[in-house]
């Protein structure tokens, strides 16, 4: 997995966040477009799945949160602590309530945000992830980890808001991830990725090969759980994934 990264970076100069997107292809299609995204788009999906989507999605987004401000931390300079404050806000001011108010609409009662106990395996297993990732590595290291999340979301829902369905739960939750904002902010961050990750190359680019390659390790892990994720919320069993750093 690391050799295909690098290899992609030696035959042609691109982003940092480009190289990674590429590499993770096959999960990232697969996540997108999802059957369960789709049957958001339609309107069909059954509203005891979306509940269980949200009931899921609230506890993940708190230690999602928590994740951020890690990354905050170790933010190199104003720039990236004012980019980064902004991704937190997001979630905070708009993701999380939203997501509350949505499980409530459909039913649901959202308590025990932040319960452990209360979360799928896969849940768990993910929000580990992104905690471990982001307190014990760099700022580059935890918005990699980060980053499939929201710049998945932008993708799947930028392309449905020519079309919402009927149900406004479902146009709703579109709408806030397929806005141009939302879209703004995705460009962001990439391009934060791209400027951290991009430093170490300028002066030394073996040493930037090898700080590229950890870096994919860590967006290719996020990336499957994002596809495990949905396969949990919609009920089916989250495919194999290959050795972390192995071709």
């Known amino acids: 997995m690391i050799s295909d ?7 042609e100069p691109r982003a940092v966040s480009a190289c990674m997107r590429q590499r993770g292809a096959a999960f990232w299609a697969a996540a997108t477009r999802h059957p369960m995204v789709r049957q958001i788009a339609a309107g069909t999906l059954p509203p005891a799945t979306f509940r269980w989507y949200f009931e899921q999605n609230i506890l993940y987004l708190g230690e999602y949160a928590r994740s951020i401000s890690l990354t905050i931390s170790k933010a190199q300079d104003l720039a990236a602590a004012n980019v980064l404050t902004r991704f937190l806000h997001q979630i905070v001011c708009t993701e999380i309530p939203a997501n509350i108010d949505f499980c409530r609409r459909l039913g649901g009662s959202p308590t025990g945000a932040g ?22 590595e760099d700022c580059a290291a935890g918005l990699t980890a980060l980053l499939p999340c929201q710049w998945s979301y932008g993708e799947l829902a930028a392309p449905l808001m020519a079309a919402l369905p ?6 709703d939750w579109i709408a806030m991830f397929g806005n141009a904002a939302y879209g703004d902010l995705v460009a962001e961050t990439t391009g934060l990725l791209d400027r951290l990750a991009g430093g170490p190359a300028e002066t030394d680019p073996q040493a930037g090969q090898l700080d590229v390659g ?18 949990m919320a919609y009920g089916v069993v989250a495919p194999a994934v290959p050795p972390w750093g192995k071709e």
């Open 214 to 231: 950890r870096l994919a390790v860590i967006f290719d892990r996020s990336t499957a759980y994002e596809l495990q994720f949905w396969d």
């Open 166 to 171: 009927g149900d406004p739960i479902y146009a």
């Open 5 to 11: 990264v690098l290899h992609i970076m030696s035959d």
């Open 115 to 136: 319960d452990a106990s209360r979360m799928h395996p896969v849940t768990y297993g993910y929000t580990r992830h992104l905690l471990s990732t982001c307190a014990l």
